[in-house]
């Protein structure tokens, strides 16, 4: 069975990504924590956890796009 290349090129774009961002993405997705919980975790008010995740998404939506 091949892999799905979509799947290829997200994990490739995950990886790139500081280890800081991959955490924050991991407590939001696979975590399922929300803006208040991640904060917490990461002395962060809330709405600068969702400004963060969302200038990521909007990376990883340019990069997967461009590529």
Do not use: C, T, Y
Request: proline share 6%; no cysteine.
């Amino acid at each position: 069975m091949e892999a799905d290349p979509r799947n290829l090129d997200l994990q490739a774009a995950l990886r790139a990504l500081p280890s800081d961002d991959r955490r924050l993405l991991a407590l939001r997705h696979v975590g399922g924590l929300s803006s208040e919980e991640i904060g917490v975790l990461l002395h962060s008010s809330p709405p600068a956890i969702r400004m963060r995740l969302s200038r990521l998404h909007k990376r990883l939506r340019r990069k997967l796009r461009d590529d």
